[in-house]
T-cell receptor, first 113, second 112 residues
Framework: DTGVSQDPRHKITKRGQNVTFRCDPI?????LYWYRQTLGQGPEFLTY????????KSRLLSDRFSAERPKGSFSTLEIQRTEQGDSAMYLC???????????FGPGTRLTVT | DQQVKQNSPSLSVQEGRISILNCDYT??????FLWYKKYPAEGPTFLIS?????DKNEDGRFTVFLNKSAKHLSLHIVPSQPGDSAVYFC???????????FGTGTSLTVIP
């Protein structure tokens, strides 16, 4: 079963450090999404790609957040100069173009100390 | 603004009984709705969906009902099983492939 995978599963970093997360979508899925989930909340949309094109990024939380999907396969989400408020679960999902169903990975739990 | 709301943070049900989870939305442009199930330390798992052209969709023990005029949907689980204990999220979208708007989740506990 080649579901959505994310790496690392957990990341602890000190405030001010940069972190990068990776997401590998289901292989035939051409859309890839990043969400953030904080305690007691549902996932909150950040950005998404169709193939290598980033179609929506206005919901990225600040200019410290950036995402790439250079070859239309895996994607990375980078947070620069992390702050304690960035501590959250970062979820990646993928889907087929034209389909509503999004399939989620296990998430990366970020803790900023 | 919270466009999708789940007003019950938690629900406890006896095994074998019906679990009813509710969800309300405000955006009349939403035309597709999903329920996701989430266990701790895992990502959400797709459970069941419904298009706005339907008012009911059933899959085994799970049934989702949509009332467009009330902007309300519900998930029924019958019979409830201990393995159903998880957090359930309602999500809505307006176009295929667009972002989903999620509710805050309802934590279901099925008591054996």
């Amino acid at each position: 079963d080649t579901g959505v995978s994310q790496d690392p599963r957990h990341k602890i970093t000190k405030r001010g450090q940069n972190v990068t997360f990776r997401c590998d979508p289901i292989s035939e899925h051409n859309r890839l999404y990043w969400y953030r989930q904080t305690l007691g909340q549902g996932p909150e949309f950040l950005t998404y790609f169709q193939n290598e094109a980033q179609l929506e990024k206005s919901r990225l939380l600040s200019d410290r957040f950036s995402a790439e999907r250079p070859k239309g396969s895996f994607s990375t989400l980078e947070i620069q100069r992390t702050e304690q408020g960035d501590s959250a679960m970062y979820l990646c999902a993928s889907s087929l173009y034209g389909s509503y169903e999004q399939y989620f990975g296990p998430g990366t739990r970020l803790t900023v100390t | 603004d919270q466009q999708v709301k789940q007003n019950s943070p938690s629900l406890s049900v006896q095994e074998g009984r019906i679990s009813i989870l509710n969800c309300d939305y405000t955006n009349s442009m939403f035309d597709y709705f999903l329920w996701y199930k989430k266990y701790p330390a895992e990502g959400p798992t797709f459970l069941i969906s419904i298009s706005s052209i339907k008012d009911k969709n059933e899959d085994g023990r799970f049934t989702v009902f949509l009332n467009k005029s009330a902007k309300h949907l519900s998930l029924h689980i019958v019979p409830s099983q201990p393995g159903d204990s998880a957090v359930y999220f309602c999500a809505a979208s307006d176009l295929p492939g667009n972002q989903f708007y999620f509710g805050t989740g309802t934590s279901l506990t099925v008591i054996p």
